[in-house]
């Protein structure tokens, strides 16, 4: 009895029951997702592909703490996020990118797409995007410059242009390739679906492999630390918007399998277009939110004047994301749906 | 404001400089009061022709004499004006001097008058000439009216020409037409684009701020 009534007593709000799954441990998962599809694109790319993803992963996270450091608080580098900030613009950027450039980006991604809003919550666009947003706008040569897969001596010797001198031109490459989506938009050739599956193919450095990016959805999605909901809306709408116009006219439109493949589409949808902040919270939402994403994607790829448009895709909807949440607001429980004509 | 003067060592000219109202008049344009870093306005040639240091100055010193001659003639005119059509009067006045200005710029250079296009005539409709007439030329002497035409037009110029240099040099490696960075310079495409005026100015927006601030503090 003495010792029950010297014992203190936790009151305590809820949640009493926590699954310890706090911001780090979350963006830490996510960073484990996306390391094969970095692997993958160090193993096709080789050496000038991990020097911009190790630049752009670095430039992110010294100014994160750079930035917080002149706001005087505390340094938030050690929530994982800005890691995972540069690691997925790191991976948007061509492998033969001048690392200064990437360094630009990585510091734009983080001081505009994030810090400017309020830091890591706040952010209306997913930061990585605004950064490759912001390169593309600033240099559009050099970020359509492309690097062949699987060349000779790629883990012994690096691009020509990836040492470019800060603020100089990068040097033009001997053997520049294209991706598979600018060969369909001015050649109208496309590759071949196994081919894009496993990566090899050119183009950005993490965007080849769709495989090795499913694989990190699902294990994201199984661990419940991503809504898995954004990224089949998405495909899903790409597939069948893609497929109605390959019925319509096979030999204009590329076969929705090529469409799904390609590009930057599959990185976007399963690592970008799912940024907690920025996409909406319910699951009608979500859906609308996807559909917007795959519809804007092949609208811009198939008639816009730009080969590739799921990053402009993304961004728009994550502009019109709080909107979509003040549409869908889900019913209070206990209460009766409002009629429209009151 | 004359006493701290005064008390800060400075004596005769300065002082009275300093401390004079009509100084007052010209000085509050340039930094308390500026135009576009405090009040914001006139955005549209702000952002629209500051792509190059060249066509920003243009712009600022038509702006200023379009300013300087309306708020002379609203101010002499400020008590005849019935309050009714005051407005009206105002753009009739404010139109004349920018067709002037229109005419003046073409004769001067063809290039420059093709380069800032359609916002010479748009000078017309730049809220803060409008705003100077209302809010000052029309309750003020001619006198002071001048100093604050001046000042403000100054302060415009002055801003413009924060981000038409920035833009220039950075956009396209040049500085009034003349290449001042190494040929092999990448140039930031956005600069020049639409783009990267809404950039620029928004940095110098902070950055005067941020100043602003620390004054406050200190």
Same mark, same amino acid.
């Given at each position: ?342 | ?54 066509? %920003? /100055?243009? #712009? @600022?010193?038509?702006? +200023? !004499? ?10 002499? $005119?400020? &008590? ?68 604050? %035409? /001046?000042? #403000? @037009?100054?302060?415009? +110029? !002055? ?10 040099? $950075?956009? &396209? ?46």
């Amino acid at each position: 009895m003495e010792a029950m009534l010297n014992r203190t007593l936790n009151i305590s709000t809820s949640p009493h029951i926590t699954k310890g799954s706090s911001t780090d441990v979350i963006m830490q998962n996510v960073v484990w997702a996306l390391i094969p599809v970095a692997l993958f694109a160090v193993y096709s790319f080789g050496m000038s592909a991990f020097l911009v993803i190790a630049t752009s992963v670095i430039s992110a996270v010294l100014t994160e703490h750079f930035l917080c450091r002149i706001s005087k608080q505390e340094s938030t580098i050690g929530d994982w996020s800005a890691v995972i900030t540069g690691l997925l613009l790191g991976l948007t950027l061509p492998p033969n990118f001048p690392l200064w450039m990437a360094f630009v980006g990585g510091m734009i991604a983080i001081g505009l797409g994030k810090f400017i809003f309020g830091g890591l919550g706040y952010n209306v666009f997913n930061p990585a995007l605004v950064g490759r947003a912001v390169l593309q706008a600033a240099f559009p040569v050099a970020i359509t410059t492309w690097f062949p897969a699987f060349g000779e001596g790629r883990f012994t010797s690096v691009s020509v242009s990836t040492f470019t001198a800060p603020f100089m031109e990068p040097a033009v490459d001997g053997f520049t390739g294209a991706t598979p989506l600018s060969a369909f938009k001015f050649d109208n050739v496309t590759a071949d679906s196994m081919e894009l599956a496993l990566g090899q193919i050119t183009g950005s450095t993490g965007e080849t492999c769709a495989l090795l990016i499913i694989l990190g959805g699902i294990y994201l999605a199984a661990r419940k630390m991503m809504d898995w909901k954004i990224p089949v809306a998405i495909l899903a709408t790409v597939f069948a918007l893609s497929g109605i116009l390959y019925l319509v006219d096979s030999q204009a439109y590329p076969s929705p399998v090529f469409m799904l493949f390609s590009g930057g589409l599959m990185l976007g949808a399963v690592f970008m277009a799912t940024d907690m902040v920025a996409s909406p919270m319910t699951t009608l939402g979500v859906v609308v939110y996807g559909a917007i994403i795959g519809l804007l994607t092949v609208v811009i790829r198939i008639w816009g004047g730009l080969p590739e448009g799921v990053m402009y895709a993304i961004l728009l909807a994550n502009a019109i994301s709080p909107h979509i949440d003040k549409m869908i607001r889900p019913r209070v429980y206990g209460t009766t749906k409002k009629k429209a004509s009151a | 404001m004359s006493d701290q003067s005064v008390k800060k060592g400075e004596s005769g000219f300065l002082a009275t400089l300093k401390g004079s109202p009509s100084t007052d008049e010209f000085i509050k344009g340039l930094w308390k009061d500026n135009p576009v870093f405090v009040q914001v306005l006139g955005m549209c040639p702000v952002l629209a022709v500051s792509n190059t240091a060249i066509n %920003a /100055l243009a #712009m @600022g010193l038509a702006t +200023t !004499f379009v300013m300087l001659m309306s708020n002379i003639l609203v101010s002499s $005119l400020r &008590n005849f004006i019935p309050k009714q059509v005051r407005i009206a009067s105002y753009i009739l006045i404010i139109a004349t001097f920018v067709t002037i200005t229109d005419y003046m710029i073409a004769f001067i250079s063809v290039e420059l008058h093709k380069a800032l296009g359609a916002f010479i005539s748009l000078i017309v409709v730049n809220c803060l000439i409008l705003s100077r007439a209302e809010a000052f030329a029309s309750k003020n002497t001619i006198g002071k009216s001048i100093l604050d %035409a /001046l000042g #403000m @037009g100054v302060g415009f +110029t !002055f801003a413009l020409f924060c981000l038409g240099a920035v833009r220039e040099i $950075l956009g &396209n490696g040049t500085f009034f037409d003349m290449a001042i960075l190494p040929g092999s310079f990448q140039e930031w495409i956005v600069m020049i684009l639409p783009a990267g005026g809404f950039f620029t100015l928004a940095i110098w927006l902070l950055i005067f701020n941020a100043a602003k601030a620390k004054k406050a503090t200190a």
